[in-house]
C-alpha cells in the first residue's frame, strides 16, 4: 500500500487519520483547519532529484459540471489538496483524462475553467477533450468549440512544463522533470485524426530518450473482474501509435467504467500498462476522486492508490453512509503496485550512462592499507576474459603497494573451474571485473585468495579503527547450501589468543560470513577485550550486487549494507582486530585452521583501510 508522507504536512494518510479521529468542536469546519497542528504552511516544493513523485490522475468529472446541477465544490477540495500536500507528496503533474463537463455548454466549460484557475501556477497539469466536452462524434479537426476556448494551448503557454499542442490545438505534452529525468505526458484527443498521430509521432521523434506516458478519453475498457481489453478506438491507437514506441510504457483513459488494466507487449517486446480509471458512476459523480500513481524509482515500483480529498476532509459526524463508503477504494482495480525496472524498461531508448572504471589511485585514500582489484591493473595477464580460469597460483595485486599481494588457492580437490574471471561488476565499483567462485558443500570445495604468512596485514591490529569494504553478489537461484560460508577472514584461532568468551576457540579472530538465512555475520575478536562482538544484517537479495563495509571507530562496529547502516550491530566496546601474524583471505573462513567450503557467488573491489570512513567515502559513495 502507497500512503503519501506528510514530512510536516498533512499527507493523504494522516488526513483519513485526522478525519476518523475523535469528533472535535465546530462541526461546521473542515478538519485540516481543525488540526493545524498537522497542517503544512503552504504547499512546499517539489523535489526533481528525489527518486519519489507521484502524478495526480483525475477522470470524468462531467456530473460535477451539469448546467444548473454542476456543483465543483469537490473539484474545488481536490485542487485545494494537490496544491497543499505537493511538496510533501512530492506530486510532480496532473492530468485530467477528459469529459471534463456533461454537455460542454458555455455555461458548464466556463465554470469548469474558473475551478481549474485554483491550479493554475501552483501544479502542472494537462487537459484532454472527452467526447461530452465537445458533443461532437467528429476528431480533432471539429475546430472551434467552448471547449477549446477555455482548455486550448493559451491556457498552458505559462506552465514551465508545456511543451506545445497540435495546430487543432486539440493535443498537447508536456515535459515534466523528475526522479532526475525527464518524461513526456502526451494529451490525446479522445477522436485523434490522422494527422494528430502524424504530429503526435513528431513529438516522441523530437524526444527520442524520454520515457512517455500517454493520457486520452477512451482506449481500454473492463469487465467487473477488472481486466481491460482495447476498445475499437484503442485498438486504432494501438496499432497506429502505441505499440510501435517503445518509449511509450503507461497509457491512462477513462470513459468507460469499472476501473481495470491490463499489460500489453509493443513490437519491441516491452511491456505497456494500459489501465482505465474512472469513478463517475460512483456516489457524487466520483467526487472528484483522483487516482495517485506515486513512481518510486528506487524501489521499481509504481504505487497506485484511489481516494476522494472532499470526502476525507469532512469529520467524522459529518459524513453521510455513502462519502464514508466512498472515501477511499481499496479493491485490486483502485490500490496496486506495478514492478518496473525502469532502468532496464527504458535502456533500449536511453541508456544509462555506467560510470567509467576509476584508477586505483583516485581510490585509495589516507590510510589505505590493501586494495584489491580484478582489472588488468590488478590481475595482469588473466583479466579481460569473461568465463576464463583463474588458475591456482595466480596473483592479485596489492595495488597500495604494501605487500599484500593475494594468491589463489583451490580448496580440497576443486576443479579449476572453481574461479572464473568475470566482466560482471556493481555499476558503482571502481573496476569492472569480478571473479566468480563457485564453492560449496558435498563434498567441500572451493577457492580462497591468500595473502603470504609474513603480509604486513597479517599482524596489523587496527587500534585506532579501519574500514573493510568488499562487493558481492549472490547467484539467482541461490542454489545448494551454503550456510556459513565465509566471504573474507583473517586465518587463525581465537583460542590462540587466550580468547575464551566466544562461540567456539576454532573460530578465527575477524571474518565475514553469510548464515543459511543469507544474513551477514561479522565477529570481531578484540584486541584487549575477552569477547566477540557480532554484527548481523538483513538477508541479502540475490541476483544483483551489494556494497558491504564494516566500519570501527577504534570503540565500535557499524556495518554498512548498500550505504545503509544495518539494526543489529553491538554496542559491546570494540578496538583494533586480534590478528595473529597469518594470512589475510578473501573467499572463504577457516574453522580450526581449516577451510571447508568457499564462496558462492560474484566478489569485486576489496579495500582495507585503517581509520573510519563514512559513506560518502566508500568505494562507492552513497548519501
Not at 559491546?572 to 574453522?591: D, E, H, M, N, Y
Given at each position: ?5 506528510s514530512h510536516g504536512g498533512l499527507g493523504r494518510r494522516a488526513l ?237 483513459n477513462g470513459h468507460y467504467w469499472p476501473p481495470g488494466r491490463t ?171 569480478s571473479l566468480r567462485f563457485d564453492g560449496g558443500k558435498g563434498p ?180
Amino acid at each position: 500500500m502507497s500512503t503519501l508522507p506528510s514530512h510536516g504536512g498533512l499527507g493523504r494518510r494522516a488526513l483519513l487519520q485526522v478525519a476518523l479521529a475523535a469528533p472535535v468542536a465546530a462541526a461546521s469546519a473542515s478538519v485540516l483547519d481543525a488540526a493545524p497542528a498537522h497542517a503544512a504552511p503552504g504547499g512546499g516544493s517539489f523535489d526533481q532529484e528525489s527518486p519519489r513523485f507521484a502524478i495526480a490522475v483525475l477522470p470524468d468529472t462531467q456530473y460535477l459540471f451539469d448546467e444548473d446541477s454542476s456543483d465543483p465544490t469537490p473539484l474545488r477540495e481536490t485542487f485545494r489538496y494537490l496544491t497543499k500536500e505537493r511538496g510533501a507528496g512530492n506530486i510532480a503533474f496532473m492530468t485530467h483524462l477528459g469529459d471534463v463537463t456533461e454537455h460542454g455548454s458555455d455555461h458548464e466549460i466556463e465554470l469548469a475553467g474558473e475551478t481549474f484557475r485554483a491550479i493554475d501556477g501552483k501544479l502542472p497539469y494537462s487537459v484532454l477533450a472527452g467526447n461530452h466536452d465537445v458533443r461532437s462524434s467528429t476528431d480533432d479537426q471539429r475546430g472551434d468549440t467552448a471547449y477549446l476556448r477555455a482548455f486550448g494551448p493559451h491556457r498552458f503557454t505559462r506552465t514551465p512544463t508545456f511543451g506545445g499542442a497540435s495546430p487543432d490545438g486539440y493535443n498537447s505534452y508536456h515535459v515534466i522533470t523528475a526522479a532526475g529525468r525527464r518524461w513526456l505526458i502526451l494529451a490525446l484527443d479522445w477522436r485523434i485524426s490522422d494527422a494528430g498521430l502524424r504530429w503526435a509521432q513528431g513529438v516522441v521523434d523530437a524526444n527520442p530518450t524520454l520515457p512517455a506516458i500517454l493520457t486520452t478519453h477512451e482506449m481500454v475498457w473492463a469487465d467487473d473482474s477488472g481486466q481491460a481489453y482495447l476498445s475499437e478506438y484503442g485498438q486504432r491507437l494501438w496499432d497506429g501509435f502505441v505499440r510501435r514506441n517503445d518509449q511509450i510504457f503507461l497509457t491512462l483513459n477513462g470513459h468507460y467504467w469499472p476501473p481495470g488494466r491490463t499489460v500489453l507487449k509493443n513490437d519491441a517486446g516491452n511491456e505497456v500498462h494500459a489501465h482505465i480509471t474512472n469513478y463517475q458512476d460512483r456516489y457524487y459523480g466520483g467526487a472528484a476522486m483522483i487516482r495517485l500513481y506515486t513512481f518510486d524509482l528506487a524501489r521499481k515500483v509504481i504505487d497506485v492508490e484511489t481516494f476522494s480529498p472532499w470526502f476525507l476532509s469532512r469529520r467524522p459526524e459529518d459524513r453521510s453512509p455513502l462519502e464514508a463508503e466512498t472515501l477511499e477504494l481499496t479493491g485490486p482495480a483502485d490500490r496496486f503496485s506495478i514492478g518496473i525496472d525502469f532502468g532496464r524498461r527504458f535502456e533500449r531508448f536511453a541508456p544509462r550512462p555506467l560510470p567509467a572504471p576509476r584508477p586505483a589511485s583516485d581510490v585509495m585514500p589516507k590510510g589505505t592499507v590493501a586494495y584489491w582489484r580484478f582489472d588488468e591493473s590488478g590481475l595482469p595477464g588473466t583479466a579481460g576474459r569473461d568465463g576464463g580460469v583463474v588458475a591456482a597460483g595466480t596473483v592479485v595485486r596489492d595495488l597500495t603497494g604494501g605487500g599484500n599481494d593475494l594468491k589463489v588457492e583451490l580448496l580440497h580437490d576443486s576443479a579449476p573451474e572453481v574461479l572464473r574471471w568475470a566482466a560482471d561488476h556493481h555499476e558503482g565499483q571502481p573496476a569492472h571485473a569480478s571473479l566468480r567462485f563457485d564453492g560449496g558443500k558435498g563434498p567441500d570445495r572451493g577457492a580462497v585468495l591468500r595473502t603470504a604468512p609474513d603480509a604486513p596485514i597479517t599482524s596489523m591490529t587496527f587500534d585506532s579503527g579501519y574500514t573493510i569494504e568488499v562487493f558481492i553478489k549472490l547467484p539467482d537461484p541461490f542454489e545448494g547450501d551454503h550456510a556459513w560460508m565465509g566471504i573474507l577472514s583473517w586465518e587463525g584461532r581465537n583460542g590462540d589468543a587466550g580468547k575464551t568468551s566466544g562461540w567456539s576457540p576454532d573460530e578465527p579472530t575477524c571474518s565475514l560470513n553469510l548464515s543459511p538465512e543469507r544474513f551477514l555475520q561479522y565477529v570481531v575478536y578484540p584486541r584487549h577485550r575477552d569477547a566477540d562482538p557480532t554484527s548481523w544484517s538483513h538477508a541479502l537479495p540475490v541476483g544483483r550486487w551489494t556494497h558491504v563495509a564494516v566500519v570501527n571507530d577504534g570503540r565500535r562496529t557499524v556495518v554498512y549494507v548498500d550505504g545503509s547502516r544495518i539494526a543489529r550491530n553491538p554496542s559491546q566496546r570494540s578496538t583494533g582486530i586480534t590478528t595473529l601474524g597469518k594470512p589475510f583471505a578473501v573467499g572463504g573462513t577457516q574453522f580450526a585452521e581449516k577451510y571447508g567450503q568457499g564462496f558462492y557467488g560474484w566478489i569485486g573491489d576489496v579495500r582495507i583501510t585503517s581509520r573510519a570512513l563514512t559513506p560518502r567515502q566508500f568505494l562507492t559513495p552513497f548519501g
